[in-house]
């Protein structure tokens, strides 16, 4: 019983209560389907805002550790382990957040097998919430393949026109890298005697066998990022998917390849990762501004904001590649404002596509005039989005330009042209998404069927209003969040710092 109570185990897995509840209801229980589905998620919320409050940030290690021994055989020692700490608690608290509030915006725009979509993303938020706190190497690839099935089906049933090629592409992308990181995973595992993080840190790998390692492991992560040039998944994913899918993709899944890099590139392999860094800086650069023009080029608004993800999240990115404590504190922040923001986003497009059944930007003009909470409410989450101060994206934004500028740290291993370059992809920001909103909210109503639209009602108001409150939380008030992460991003830079690097291949 105690092992079931525990709050980790309680947050990971109390979702599956929530599905097995819904094989008991019949196709046709529609609304008593959802709520089901939204309490489930809700009460999850409420298990991770538990584990926040007996959280310790002062404590740079790992908390509210469950490990018991599990798979004992052929020399393979496999154990349960699931802990917590500065680099995972915000994206678990994000990943709960999130959940209810991608399921109640599907209130009313899933109306065909309601069942099947809200067991498919209980099950997905269990992989996600998985993947943020596994600390074995065993049990983290199961949970991260584990999330592929359920984002598959989500695309491929409940998507548009396009449906199942966005599904296989999605799915080939990411088990493509997969199979190399299991690859790596194994010959750790054998290696160091054990698959546990915490105990493969020390092991001592010589410089060249950490180069390999770390491209194996990177090739994974890069595509789930998605970094340029390995992106092209990302854009049909997104137009295709429903729009609660959308929001769980960009605001969860995405994350999981950052977090990757965080939570074991740079530990296990220190010495590769200083190497390959800039290498990496140049990626994120280039994905940063390639991500803003594309963006700018598109017709259909959902397809501008999936591009923008690939500009945003190579601004994470380069936090993480700058290898000191301001760049990786700003790239978690903004792993989390990304989430809030572009999460924001894909709701008010799928709010509009409900009543347009169109997402193309020539077919509105005009909308604050028609929708003006809607008009408003968009607004709030675009300036969002291109980093106005006072929001969440600027503080993000900032402190990652800092990281790679390298103030405030003696010999700092950020660029200072990568940061001037990365600037650019601040002013493109601004440039596509106040293109967008001008083509949507102003000027005259030159369509009438524009003129009819109803503005939000409550429910949708609902669903973005918590959003918005991190959103304004974060860009004035961010002391919080990074007293979460800052213990344990010091301790991480400590790791690298330390080492000496061996000559690489």
Excluded: C
């Excluded at 990177?218 to 854009?235: G, R, T, Y």
């Amino acid at each position: 019983m105690e092992f079931l109570l525990h709050p980790l185990n309680l947050v990971t897995f109390f979702p599956l209560v929530g599905v097995l509840i819904l094989l008991f209801l019949k196709n046709e229980q529609k609304d008593a389907v959802r709520w089901v589905a939204l309490i489930t998620s809700l009460i999850t919320f409420v298990f991770s805002v538990v584990v926040l409050l007996q959280f310790n940030p002062a404590e740079p290690g790992l908390q509210l550790v469950v490990r018991y021994p599990w798979i004992q055989v052929a020399g393979f020692n496999i154990s349960y382990f699931l802990g917590v700490d500065g680099l995972s608690i915000l994206l678990l608290m994000l990943t709960t957040f999130l959940t209810p509030i991608s399921i109640f915006s599907t209130w009313t725009a899933v109306e065909e097998r309601v069942k099947d979509f809200m067991l498919f993303f209980l099950l997905l938020e269990v992989g996600m919430v998985g993947v943020f706190l596994a600390q074995d190497l065993f049990l983290f690839y199961i949970f991260w393949e584990f999330t592929l099935v359920p984002m598959y089906f989500l695309i491929g049933i409940w998507g548009g026109p396009r449906r199942m090629y966005a599904a296989i592409k999605f799915f080939l992308y990411t088990m493509a890298g997969s199979i190399l990181m299991l690859l790596a995973i194994l010959y750790l595992g054998i290696q160091g005697g054990t698959f546990a993080v915490p105990d493969l840190i020390n092991i001592g790998l010589p410089g060249n066998v950490q180069f390999w390692l770390f491209l194996a492991f990177a090739a994974a992560f890069a595509i789930k990022v998605p970094m340029w040039p390995l992106h092209s998944w990302l854009p049909d994913a997104h137009v295709e998917a429903p729009t609660a899918g959308s929001v769980i993709l960009a605001g969860v899944l995405l994350k999981m390849g950052t977090y990757g890099f965080l939570r074991f590139n740079i530990p296990l392999f220190p010495e590769a990762a200083v190497r390959l860094a800039p290498w990496l800086a140049v990626l994120a650069v280039i994905g940063i501004i390639y991500g803003a023009i594309v963006s700018f080029a598109q017709k259909d608004v959902k397809k501008l904001v999936a591009y923008s993800s690939v500009s945003h999240l190579g601004f994470v990115m380069l936090g993480l590649t700058a290898l000191n404590s301001i760049g990786v504190q700003g790239a978690i922040l903004q792993m989390i404002n990304h989430g809030l923001s572009t999460g924001a986003l894909f709701l008010v497009v799928g709010m509009i596509y409900e009543r347009r059944h169109t997402r193309e930007l020539d077919a509105f003009g005009g909308l604050w005039k028609i929708m003006p909470i809607y008009g408003a409410l968009t607004l709030i989450v675009a300036l969002s989005s291109m980093g106005l101060p006072g929001l969440n994206g600027f503080v993000g934004e900032f402190t990652i330009l800092l990281g790679a500028w390298g103030a405030g740290t003696e010999g700092a291993l950020g660029s200072r042209w990568f940061a001037g370059l990365a600037a650019i992809g601040v002013i493109l920001a601004a440039v596509y998404m106040l293109y967008m909103f001008q083509k949507m909210f102003l000027g005259p109503v030159t369509h009438e069927e524009n003129a009819k639209l109803s503005d939000l009602n409550w429910r949708e108001i609902v669903t973005l209003v918590p959003l918005l409150v991190f959103i304004f939380w974060i860009g004035l008030y961010p002391k919080p969040f990074f007293d979460l992460m800052a213990p344990a991003v010091d301790n991480l830079v400590a790791i690298v710092e330390s080492v000496s690097v061996a000559a690489l291949p």
